[in-house]
């Protein structure tokens, strides 16, 4: 697949990006680049490589430890959200330096 001028003025449109000429240019080559990349990737045969969890260990980890309870630091304990207290509407809004009745207001920042 190849990304076409057409796709990266798309995309800079999207990302409301105003790009010259030789920047497109540049972003195509590139762009294209990086796909190459990948194609050629995708051409290793991995079938005898086993799946991965992580890609790294993280410092500190035991190495002891086996599969899954390597990583037991990344979790914590669901808590539903209907059991801890929010703050009440109108004290959220009470220091807000521009407010209506129920919404924090912001001043526009994207214009097209």
Known sequence: MKVTDKDVAYVADLANLELTEEERAGM???????????????????????????????????EAKQGSARFAYASREDVLEGLRKSL?????????????????????????
């Open 28 to 62: 195509l080559r590139d762009l294209n680049s990086i796909l190459e990349y990948v194609d050629r990737l995708n051409e290793l045969d991995t079938s005898e490589v086993p799946p991965m969890a992580q890609v790294s260990d993280r410092y500190g980890v035991d």
């Open 88 to 112: 009440p509407h109108e004290e959220a809004l009470a220091n807000a330096p521009d407010a209506d009745d129920d919404f924090f207001r912001v001043p526009k920042v994207i214009e097209r």
